[in-house]
């Protein structure tokens, strides 16, 4: 168990309406990354923030938008939803410097699913 | 898009084999790390090794990584049924904003 949670465990939405996941990170970390993970697949990288700004981004469109705060936690936000959106959602924690990047430790993740 | 190429996708063994898989990958990259995955929940992180490091062991896991090959392997040593999970090798990129890229992942089923 590491000591990144994510709340809530389970969401069911509809396909238009908008949606924000939240993450706590582990004690001393100082940044926060998002992934969605399809299915079958493996994670894909949404966007990364560190000491509050945003330090990289994936091929997700700008709907796609987050917020870290000052204690490190952290917000995913998906505007106007798709069925395509439909995954789990997974927030890791670590210790990076802007040019290094270490070992990620991974919340439990939030299921979303878009009807 | 993702980077890593885990192979095989599945496997099955039996309790107390050793399990090998490999990953390839495209680009230059800083560090190569390998997750588990269990049942659908949070990925668990493994072991990370360098790109000026061709072997590292923890327990009974050995990863190499080989650059000029652009591949990595990840051995299990005597195996065990809690061993079971989905497996993904993920890589960081050189240069600015690197991030972490996963590939589909293998799926590992030890046999008691």
């Known amino acids: 168990e590491t000591g990144v949670t994510q709340s809530p465990t389970h969401l069911i939405k509809t396909r238009g309406q908008q949606v924000t996941l939240r993450c706590s990170s582990q004690?001393?970390?100082?940044?926060v990354s998002w992934y969605q993970q399809a299915l079958g697949q493996g994670p894909q990288f949404i966007f990364q923030y560190y000491r509050e700004e945003e330090n990289g981004r994936g091929n997700f469109p700008p709907r796609f938008s987050g917020l870290q705060f000052p204690n490190y936690s952290s917000e995913l936000n998906v505007n106007a939803l798709e069925l395509d959106d439909s995954a789990l959602y997974l927030c890791?924690?670590?210790?990076?410097?802007?040019?290094?990047?270490?070992?990620?430790?991974f919340g439990p993740g939030t299921r979303l699913t878009v009807l | 898009s993702q980077q890593g190429e885990e192979d095989p996708q599945a496997l099955s063994i039996q309790e107390g084999e050793n399990a090998t898989m490999n990953c390839s990958y495209k680009t230059s990259i800083n560090n190569l790390q390998w997750y588990r995955q269990n049942s659908g929940r949070g990925l668990v992180h493994l072991i990370l090794i360098r790109s000026n490091e061709r072997e590292k062991h923890s327990g009974r896991l050995r990863v190499t990584l080989d650059t000029s090959k652009k591949s990595s392997s990840l051995l299990i040593t005597a195996s065990r049924a809690a061993d079971t999970a989905s497996y993904f090798c993920a890589t960081v990129s050189t240069g600015a904003n690197s991030k972490l890229t996963f590939g589909k992942g293998i799926t590992l089923s030890v046999r008691p």
């Open positions: 890791a924690s670590s210790v990076n410097s802007p040019y290094y990047y270490n070992e990620q430790f």
């Open positions: 004690s001393g970390h100082n940044t």
